[in-house]
């Protein structure tokens, strides 16, 4: 163990990650709040979204629309240390990569990050080898505040597809692990693989109820993928699908309070216009959802573009525009047509 202690591990910053801890010169509009940090090389899973899948072409650095340069851990280290005690950085997210094999690594990792972290920085972890509870616990005992198990596929059939396991079997660990560890274990859901509105937001609020965290984002057509030619979400269904995610997960919506189609399309929300309308006025929902402090710029579309999810807070015709088209075609409480 003092050898592996010892060995310098390799970091993979994103590349808004070095420019917002001033270890790259990118000018960004909007910087991250959290650094996001990967770890390993190329993942042993096969996952047909995933550029670190194995059967990927995208290449090493790159995961999501990201480039992910490789850092020195030392000058990592200080950086983080520094951003974290100014406040510019919020939280540290580790995102693993590689099999069970890499959980010792994983461990160190964390253990020397969360050191280099000024005190109150969270700290979170997305593991995405097989996991047993005892793995979890042992990654939280190394200093994650939180630990997240994706399940990105949101139905049975195309978890088997696109993620190659079984969706029962994920689902379980996820349910003994919020059972463990309350309030420490998240999830990421993706819109626009081919599942409907009904059993994304179903799942979601399933989760809720099991106290996991909860976090959405927008599927990206990633060039070298086995799923480079499938389409971007729609956005008018995206956004209905970000604000009744939003109300499930501030817990304002349950799963018998919402309608849908034969298709699978969301109706009708269970709750009055008004008070959506209100809640929702500055935008919120539409901004980046996952863990706290989680912003993840541009992960999902190019700049200049409209924005799936918004890394910062949206302008008034941004945050007027994105909830006219969340609630163009939907009824709500009291309302004629509605349930």
């Excluded at 006219?324 to 709500?332: D, N, S, V």
Aim: hydrophobic letters at 40%; a neutral charge.
């Amino acid at each position: 163990m003092a050898g592996d202690m010892a060995e310098k591990l390799r970091f993979r910053p994103s590349a808004g990650t070095m420019a917002a801890l001033g270890l790259k010169d990118i000018k960004s509009d909007a910087p991250p709040t959290t650094a996001y940090i990967m770890l390993g090389e190329k993942c042993v899973r096969d996952c047909s979204f995933c550029a670190q899948a194995v059967h990927s072409t995208s290449g090493a650095g790159r995961l999501s629309r990201v480039t992910w340069p490789e850092a020195g851990e030392d000058e990592l280290l200080a950086a983080i240390k520094k951003a974290t005690a100014e406040g510019s950085i919020r939280r540290v997210c580790v995102q693993t990569v590689g099999g069970r094999g890499a959980l010792e690594t994983v461990c160190i990792a964390v253990s020397r990050l969360r050191a280099a972290c000024h005190t109150g920085t969270a700290f979170s972890v997305s593991f995405s080898a097989t996991a047993g509870l005892d793995d979890i616990g042992r990654i939280l005992d190394s200093g994650a505040d939180r630990v997240a198990l994706a399940i990105d596929a949101c139905n049975p059939k195309l978890h088997r597809r696109i993620k190659k396991a079984d969706m029962a079997a994920s689902r379980a660990l996820i349910t003994n692990a919020a059972k463990a560890f309350p309030g420490r274990i998240s999830t990421h859901l993706i819109a626009g693989m081919g599942e409907t509105e009904e059993e994304l937001l179903k799942l979601a609020s399933s989760l809720k109820e099991e106290g996991v965290g909860l976090g959405l984002f927008a599927f990206t057509p990633l060039r070298g993928t086995a799923m480079e030619g499938h389409p971007a979400p729609d956005m008018a269904s995206y956004r209905r699908v970000q604000l009744a995610f939003w109300l499930i997960k501030k817990g304002l919506l349950e799963e018998g309070a919402m309608g849908f189609d034969g298709s699978g399309r969301l109706l009708y929300v269970g709750l009055p216009r008004a008070e959506v309308e209100g809640l929702a006025f500055d935008g919120e929902p539409f901004r980046t959802s996952g863990c706290e402090w989680c912003n993840r710029p541009y992960y999902n579309e190019r700049p200049g573009t409209e924005l799936y999810n918004y890394p910062a807070p949206l302008s008034r015709d941004e945050a007027a525009r994105a909830l006219e088209e969340a609630t163009a075609r939907l009824r709500f409480a009291g309302e004629e047509g509605g349930r």
